[in-house]
Each structure stands twice: as C-alpha cells, then as structure tokens.
C-alpha cells in the first residue's frame, strides 16, 4: 500500500506496493520507520513526520528543500524467486539449485532477524562501515497477479523482494549498470530430489 498516493485509505495494494516506483513511500517502509523511532504506533510516526516535514518547509527556501532531497539512492528488486528457474539447465558449479516458497520465505525472515549486511560483489570486506546498502524493505511477494517489471523480468507469487537504501558508492555503481541485482550469500545443504515410481 503506497501511503504517498492514497491507495492506503482505497484498501488496495500490498503493504509493500509501491506501484513500481521506489520514490513512493510504502505502508511497510512507515511501519519500520515508527518501529525504528522505539516503537513508535504508525500513526505516531506519520504525525511526527508530517509535523517535522511542515516545520522544515516553512523555515526553508525551496531551491534548498530540493538541493536537500538528493537522489534517494533507493533499489527494489528481486532477491531470490522459489522453484527451479526454467532459464537454468544447470548452474555454474554443475547443480540446479533452488527453494521452495515456505524455505524462501524462511530464508527472508531470517535475514531481517539477524540483521542484514550487504556487500558487493560476494567480496569480503564490503559489508564493513554500514556496508554497500541499508535494507528498508524485505517482503515475500503474495499476489497472485504477476508483476510484469518489464525487460522480461516478472514477479510471481512466493518472490522475495528486497528494496535498500544503496551507499553513495553503490549508487554509482548501480547508476552506470555495473550492480545489476540482488545475490544472497549464505550456506545451505545440498538434498537430491528422489523421484517415485509412476
């Protein structure tokens, strides 16, 4: 639900939904930002930020509201998706490789519990001083409506999203293509799928 449109108040949307456009401001991106003010309810984080933003606007000429915002440096995209991927016969170290929706959604959780770093590039070292990104959402996808992103990228139900605030570096490097994606980086025990006798 995009607080920023009104959807919120319509009761569509998820609470995640963005509407494809990363400037908008999410119901599940307030909720994080009241529980990261000491718990805070929504509604109290949605005062204090209207009454912080009126403040600002009033005493504040408006070409330095706007040097002020800057690019928000924010990426949405997708972490993992569930189920073997028809485009991949088989990976790079000889396996096909995949999850299923209710481990994806395991793995998700357990990345917002343990509290996520995120590097660049699986290289060591580049999580370190807040790291190449801030995660500000991590969702599962539960619509059944695919999301057509475009480029041939669809969204399916069961996909886990990640949405961050990237590093000025990151950024940049994001900016000229050269950071195209999410990779999660983990450890995981390899099971052969034994197929039953028709």
């Given at each position: 639900?995009?607080?920023?449109?009104?959807?919120?108040l319509?009761?569509?949307?998820?609470?995640?939904?963005?509407?494809?456009d990363?400037?908008?401001i999410?119901?599940?991106?307030l909720?994080?930002?009241?529980?990261?003010?000491?718990?805070?309810?929504v509604?109290?984080?949605?005062?204090?930020?209207i009454?912080?933003?009126?403040?600002?606007?009033?005493?504040?000429?408006?070409?330095l509201?706007?040097?002020a915002?800057?690019?928000?440096?924010?990426?949405?995209?997708?972490?993992?998706?569930?189920?073997p991927?028809?485009?991949?016969a088989?990976?790079?170290?000889?396996a096909?490789?995949?999850?299923?929706?209710?481990?994806?959604?395991?793995?998700a959780?357990?990345l917002?519990?343990n509290?996520p770093?995120?590097?660049?590039?699986?290289?060591?070292?580049?999580?370190?001083?807040?790291g190449?990104?801030?995660i500000?959402?991590?969702?599962?996808?539960?619509?059944?409506?695919?999301?057509?992103?475009?480029?041939?990228?669809?969204?399916?139900?069961g996909?886990?999203?990640?949405?961050?605030?990237?590093s000025?570096?990151?950024?940049?490097?994001?900016?000229?293509?050269k950071?195209?994606?999410?990779?999660?980086?983990g450890?995981a025990r390899?099971?052969?799928?034994v197929?039953?006798?028709s």
């Amino acid at each position: 639900m995009c607080v920023s449109c009104g959807c919120v108040l319509a009761g569509t949307g998820t609470p995640g939904d963005d509407h494809g456009d990363g400037r908008n401001i999410t119901f599940d991106a307030l909720a994080a930002a009241a529980m990261a003010a000491g718990g805070l309810t929504v509604p109290q984080a949605a005062a204090n930020i209207i009454a912080t933003v009126t403040a600002a606007a009033d005493g504040m000429p408006a070409d330095l509201l706007k040097a002020a915002a800057g690019p928000q440096r924010y990426c949405l995209g997708i972490a993992y998706q569930p189920g073997p991927d028809p485009r991949i016969a088989k990976g790079l170290d000889g396996a096909r490789d995949f999850l299923s929706e209710a481990e994806l959604e395991k793995a998700a959780w357990s990345l917002i519990r343990n509290g996520p770093r995120v590097g660049m590039f699986h290289a060591d070292g580049t999580d370190a001083d807040g790291g190449a990104a801030q995660i500000v959402e991590s969702y599962i996808y539960r619509n059944d409506e695919p999301w057509d992103l475009g480029g041939g990228v669809v969204v399916t139900k069961g996909t886990w999203l990640v949405g961050a605030i990237l590093s000025p570096r990151a950024w940049e490097l994001q900016q000229a293509g050269k950071i195209t994606g999410w990779s999660p980086q983990g450890s995981a025990r390899r099971r052969r799928r034994v197929r039953q006798p028709s």
